[in-house]
């Protein structure tokens, strides 16, 4: 009876040793983060490591382990969740206070430009998170392959895990450095389509008058239509555009008038107080 309960607990011997042995992997892949070097990288003082060992694993470095949450370890898909919104929130803020010409649209459209996966994926590589991730070797082979997925969640869950760390202004200031002030404010504007704003900046820097639209037709039915719209300055034509609403169609003669601007300038309708 006692060889047969020997036999069986044998069985059992190295099931026991191999996880032990993946908790010890574990706990050495953890201890192996050079968080001095992490924190100099992020230009952030971290207070509790706790929420960036989560932020920086990735949920393929768990899925080769037996139990992971015998030793407190999850993945950083519920920071990325929250980065993902501290995020939307801190670059709405952002864009509302440097664009404040631009209209909803335009601040939406260059929102999404700051939170595509891609840039998100360039600023991570721009302070090496890849070299911090806990990951599998699959998942590590695929981001030097260029999958952009995993850099960019990374770095959401990074901005989550400064947000849980010391708040909304911390994450904000993280933003600000690792974002806005390397931010090419001329290439971010090359995604400006508001028309009508540049073609106003222009006109009021350089004269007395702003620009005054007028529809001079409408085609097509009432579900269907066509307008037909032209820019004045001082009652002289500078663009026309057509579009399926007055806004685009304004939109497109004011695209027009800023292809022209030598139009304007002959005019000779300078500012007042400076020399023709």
Do not use: C
């Not at 960036?52 to 949450?69: G, Q």
């Not at 032209?230 to 497109?252: F, M």
């Amino acid at each position: 009876m006692l060889d047969i309960f020997r036999k069986k607990f044998r069985r059992f011997i190295p099931f026991y040793k191999v996880r032990e042995n993946e908790d010890e992997s574990i706990s050495k892949a953890i201890f192996q983060i050079d968080f001095v070097s992490f924190q100099k990288i992020i230009h952030y003082k971290i207070i509790d490591k706790n929420y960036f060992i989560t932020a920086l694993t990735h949920r393929s470095f768990l899925k080769v382990k037996s139990n992971p949450l015998k030793i407190g370890i999850i993945s950083n898909e519920r920071l990325e969740f929250l980065g993902d919104a501290v995020l939307d929130l801190v670059v709405a803020e952002y864009l509302f206070k440097n664009f404040p010409l631009n209209e909803e649209g335009d601040l939406t459209k260059f929102r999404s430009i700051l939170v595509n996966k891609k840039f998100l994926a360039e600023r991570a590589k721009n302070i090496r998170l890849q070299d911090f991730l806990l990951a599998s070797f699959t998942a590590r082979k695929s981001i030097d392959e260029g999958y952009d997925t995993i850099l960019s969640d990374a770095y959401e869950s990074l901005i989550g895990a400064v947000f849980m760390d010391s708040g909304y202004d911390s994450a904000k200031e993280f933003l600000n450095e690792e974002i806005f002030k390397k931010l090419d404010i001329k290439w971010l504007n090359q995604f400006d389509e508001n028309h009508k704003s540049k073609f106003l900046e222009y006109v009021q820097a350089h004269t007395d008058f702003i620009p005054e639209y007028a529809i001079i037709k409408e085609e097509g039915p009432e579900h269907n239509k066509l307008f037909t719209v032209e820019v004045y300055v001082n009652k002289r034509s500078l663009g026309i555009g057509k579009g399926k609403s007055k806004k685009q169609a304004e939109q497109e003669a004011a695209k027009n008038a800023l292809n022209h601007l030598d139009v304007l300038e002959k005019m000779g309708l300078s500012k007042k107080g400076t020399a023709v």
